[in-house]
């Protein structure tokens, strides 16, 4: 049956938005600005490294940054209050 993957978004940014389609074998384009020349693209998180690697390899690739959605905090719930609770500690 199916299984759910972790997944993870890398933003390339090309020098020519004609190399686009040459990522569709590296993962899912979610995204392509054309105006900006960037791609979104989602991979596997466990294969995610190795296609950095090879990624930046590539002559088409300007920078590759990784998404860091993970390690964000979204506990949006009572924020506030766990702020003001940490300054009265200090």
Known sequence: MFE????????????YNRD???????????Y?????????????QEKSADIMANLKKER?????TPSYIKDIDQ??????WRESERNIQM
């Open 60 to 64: 088409f690739v300007k920078k590759i």
């Open 32 to 44: 392509h600005s054309r105006r900006m020349r960037y791609v979104l693209l989602y991979v596997d």
């Open 75 to 80: 506990d949006f719930v009572g924020s506030l």
């Open 4 to 15: 759910k993957k972790e997944r993870t978004c890398l933003t390339i940014y090309l020098h």
């Open 20 to 30: 686009a389609r040459k990522l569709n074998k590296f993962g899912d384009i979610l």
